[in-house]
């Protein structure tokens, strides 16, 4: 559950009974109330305080990182696996 969702809910729910209780107000302050907290500029703009103390780096990859992936990348590329030769016809077919 994030953040933002009980927020959407209480926001939904005023919408809702500003709609069903005929008070055009509530109900458009819900509805923009909503479009405010789900858009990207929002979002944008309530996440600067908690990433404008972090200094902006460019990511550098390990070595190693590029070694690990380049193993999981070709795993599936060794030489075929071989059956157990005392496996019945049916054993077999469930395995392959």
Known sequence: MTNLQPLVLLLSLIALVGTL????????????????????????????????????RPFKAPVSLAARTGSIVAGGKGPAVRLRDDLGQSAQKRIA
Do not use: C, D, N
């Open 21 to 56: 209780r005929k008070r055009r107000w509530v109900a458009a302050s819900g509805v923009i109330g909503l479009f405010v907290i789900i858009s990207p500029a929002a979002e944008w703009l309530f996440s600067r305080p908690l990433e404008g103390q972090y200094p902006v």
